[in-house]
């Protein structure tokens, strides 16, 4: 597969936002681990407020990164872009103005699964990467598109059922799109996407349990 750009004008990208934007990085950080924090609590007030997190991260990845920085590099960011703000609709208007998402400490293989994708998109993912050898500035940080994907499917995986399956389209589809991410440019993390795309289609599934 051909891309319009070349791995190094890919990293070049993560280095000017990360540059551009610190010290967010960390404050998106805060944000991932309160909605944790939020599931664990009972209540609308905490499920609009897990929501409402969703929904500004995946604006910010959507207006931010794509249409910001990655737009000049491949107009694709573009489409990305939109995509990206439509799920931050989809959990303000499921979560916020119309909750009917209601998280929950579950049991079983959807804490486990769920706490999984979590903890790899915060902690094993920047550890890959530098492991691969793309350090900060460098590298792919948390609030991006892929990180933030696996993040919300492991957070998805704590609706109580049932729940509508919408706010799980767009974490899914992105997972699909970002995979090439692991295969041509040098992101071998993003492989963890392939599972977190087929367990989000469970979730979408299996929504009744």
Known sequence: ?????????FFSVFKAYNESVWPVQMALLGLAVTALCCVFLKGRKADA???AILAFLWLWLGAVYHLTFFYPLNTAAMAFGALSITGSM???WSGVLYPELRFRP??????????AFILFSLV???????????????????GLPCPTAIFTIG??????????????????????????AAFFLGVPQDTALLPAGAWGIWLAVRNSE
């Open 49 to 51: 407020a897990i929501a």
């Open 1 to 9: 597969m051909q891309l319009p750009f070349t791995e190094d004008q």
């Open 90 to 92: 989809i959990f303000v």
């Open 124 to 142: 094993v993912y920047p550890a890959a990467s530098i492991y691969a050898g793309h350090s900060f500035p460098e590298m792919p940080t948390f």
């Open 155 to 180: 957070v998805l995986s704590f609706l109580e059922p049932p729940y509508p399956r919408l706010p799980i389209l767009v974490p899914v589809i992105w997972s699909f799109v970002g995979l090439q």
């Open 106 to 115: 579950v049991r079983g293989i959807r804490a486990y699964v769920g706490l």
